[in-house]
């Protein structure tokens, strides 16, 4: 049984900051490259940003320089800092795992949270 618990979304003004969480569970954590994706109504779901195995981290084009995705592997957490949050980055976003190299590809992650909302106001 694998499962990841996503947490720390909410609401927020333009311009605001929000750290997401996600504990991740069920195999040991080192051997994760984890993710997280996001979808808003209406749209087609889309990935943020990713981290393998070495802490090597890739970024949407619309996120970078404002977002940043780290782990820590002590505690089994992977997390996502969001700066001078946007309307547009309203949305659910989704914490996803799979074992072994990281992918920037959705259909490759086998393993996927409940989502968190995050809601941006102007």
């Known amino acids: 049984l694998v499962q990841l618990v996503e947490s720390g979304g909410g609401s927020v003004q333009a311009g605001g900051s929000l750290r997401l969480s996600c504990a991740v569970s069920g195999h040991p954590f080192t051997t994760y490259s984890l993710g997280w994706f996001r979808q808003d109504p209406g749209k087609e779901r889309e990935p943020v940003a990713t981290i393998d195995t070495d802490g090597r981290a890739n970024y949407a084009d619309s996120v970078k320089g404002r977002f940043t995705i780290s782990r820590d592997n002590a505690k089994d957490t992977l997390y996502l800092q969001m700066n001078t949050l946007k309307p547009d980055d309203t949305a659910m976003y989704s914490c996803?795992?799979?074992?072994?190299?990281?992918?920037?590809?959705?259909?490759?992650?086998?393993?996927w949270g409940q989502g968190t909302q995050v809601t941006v106001s102007s």
């Open positions: 996803a795992a799979k074992q072994g190299v990281g992918s920037w590809w959705i259909y490759e992650y086998p393993y």
